[in-house]
Every structure is written in structure tokens, then in C-alpha cells.
Nanobody, 125 residues
């Protein structure tokens, strides 16, 4: 079992910034990756970004490319999502997730094995 704990959500004005954190209870090994998804009310959970733990390779949804940056700190077992130039349409519950056997289908929720509890991000206009 693996526990993921998110933090850093909140309320921010459009154009502002937030940084989300997600700490995992396990040491990464093998083909491990961690990602962020978000879910707005009445909508499906959608992919935001993913990072492969050892290579640092990252991938982003088109909607956040150039505004969001995903990173990780191996020593702290923690992943981050730096969100800049936030828009009202970024409002959602943000979830972190881990993939213990990364296969490349990083935008598919079924690819991920463990999920955090979610943290609310609200962007006011």
C-alpha cells in the first residue's frame, strides 16, 4: 500500500500562483511515475501533468502547458505542481496519483495505482 498526501490548495485571484505538494509514503523504484489530475464539479477527472521519477521526463495537458510546472524531490519523496497565471477555468479539486509501472498511458486514470485525497484550488475572476 502507498499513501499520498496533498497540500497547498486554496483560493487565489486570476493571474496568481499556487504550489501544490504531494508526499508519498514509499521510496520510488523501477518505472515509477507520479501525476496530477483535476476534477471540476460535474466533469470527469482530467489529466494535468506527470513526471517519471528517475528520468525527470514530464508531460503536460495542453490546457496547462507553459503555465504549470511539475517537479519532484527524491530526498523528500515529494512531487510539486507549480501553477502560474491561474485562470478561473483551473478551478477544481486536484489529485495526485502514483503509477508503479509506467507504461506511457499517462493521461488515463486507470494507469495509476494510488490516489491522494484531493485538494481544492479555486481561482476567482
Amino acid at each position: 500500500q502507498e499513501q499520498l498526501v496533498e497540500s497547498g490548495g486554496g483560493l487565489v485571484q486570476a493571474g496568481g500562483s499556487l504550489r501544490l505538494s504531494c508526499t508519498t509514503s514509499r521510496r520510488a523504484f523501477g518505472n515509477y511515475a507520479m501525476g496530477w489530475f483535476r476534477q471540476a464539479p460535474g466533469k470527469e477527472r482530467q489529466f494535468v501533468a506527470v513526471i517519471r521519477w528517475y528520468s525527470g521526463d514530464s508531460y503536460y495537458a495542453d490546457a496547462v502547458k507553459g503555465r504549470f510546472t511539475i517537479s519532484r524531490d527524491n530526498a523528500k519523496n515529494t512531487m510539486y505542481l507549480e501553477m502560474n497565471s491561474l485562470k478561473p477555468e483551473d478551478t477544481a479539486v486536484y489529485y495526485c496519483a502514483s503509477d508503479t509501472h509506467f507504461s506511457g498511458r499517462y493521461d488515463y486514470t486507470g494507469e495509476y495505482d494510488y490516489w491522494g485525497q484531493g485538494t481544492q484550488v479555486t481561482v476567482s475572476s
